[in-house]
């Protein structure tokens, strides 16, 4: 990985623990996605379809949203900021090839003081990909629209999220669009 890439890398992963620090209080969180998602290619190509346990599996295994959630819902539980992330590495005979996804993202809860809550989220990050001595890093944006039920009283939760990701491109003919449903299980850390 390049030294651009650990820098992203670095302050992707300590953008949450910064604002949870701010505001003091709430519940940090932590649980794995797993998923299913169709990643297709702008301007007519081919797609993807993967299934994950958990979902990932970076780009070069066909997924385009990370599979770690670590977050932080502030004390009124109007919100959550979550960095969803990803990492995949693989070497052989001297040459590797590599991922790294993250996306920092903002959720909005409808329903505060509810053991079912309807949220929407959005967020962006990127995605670093390599192969031995060369490397890339593409722009990931996503929206989702899901539903978080509380557990084990209060100490964990359960998710189902519809997602959209794009990864790159700046136009309708370049970059991936992957349209997923995520179901999560989250550990909640007070």
């Given at each position: 990985?390049?030294?651009?890439?650990?820098?992203?890398?670095s302050?992707v992963?300590?953008?949450p623990?910064?604002?949870a620090?701010a505001t003091?209080?709430?519940?940090?969180?932590?649980?794995p996605?797993f998923?299913?998602?169709?990643?297709s290619?702008?301007?007519?190509?081919g797609?993807i379809?993967a299934?994950?346990?958990p979902?990932?599996?970076?780009?070069?295994l066909?997924?385009?949203q990370?599979g770690?959630?670590?977050g932080?819902?502030?004390?009124?539980g109007?919100s959550d900021?979550y960095?969803?992330?990803?990492?995949n590495?693989?070497?052989s005979?001297?040459s590797?090839?590599?991922s790294?996804?993250?996306?920092v993202?903002?959720?909005v809860n409808f329903a505060?003081r509810s053991d079912?809550?309807p949220?929407?989220t959005a967020?962006?990050g990127f995605a670093l990909?390599?192969?031995?001595?060369y490397?890339e890093?593409?722009?990931l944006?996503?929206?989702?629209?899901?539903?978080?039920?509380m557990?084990?009283?209060?100490h964990?939760?359960v998710?189902s999220?519809f997602?959209?990701?794009?990864?790159?491109?700046?136009?309708?003919?370049?970059?991936?669009n992957s349209?997923?449903?995520?179901i999560?299980?989250?550990?909640?850390?007070r």
């Open positions: 990985m390049n030294g651009f890439g650990l820098l992203l890398l302050l992963l300590v953008t623990v910064e604002a620090e003091g209080g709430g519940a940090w969180t932590i649980g996605n998923g299913f998602s169709v990643v290619a702008s301007g007519g190509g797609s379809v299934l994950g346990w979902s990932g599996g970076g780009l070069f066909g997924g385009v990370p770690l959630r670590v932080y819902v502030t004390p009124a109007g900021i960095l969803d992330t990803g990492v590495y693989a070497s005979a001297g590797s090839v590599y790294v996804m993250n996306t993202n903002f959720q505060r079912i809550t949220y929407v967020g962006a990909t390599g192969f031995s001595d490397s890093t593409h722009a944006f996503g929206l989702g629209v899901g539903m978080r039920r557990v084990s009283d209060g964990g939760a998710r999220e997602r959209f990701d794009r990864l790159g491109g700046s136009n309708r003919e370049s970059g991936l349209f997923a449903v995520k999560g299980v989250d550990l909640w850390i």
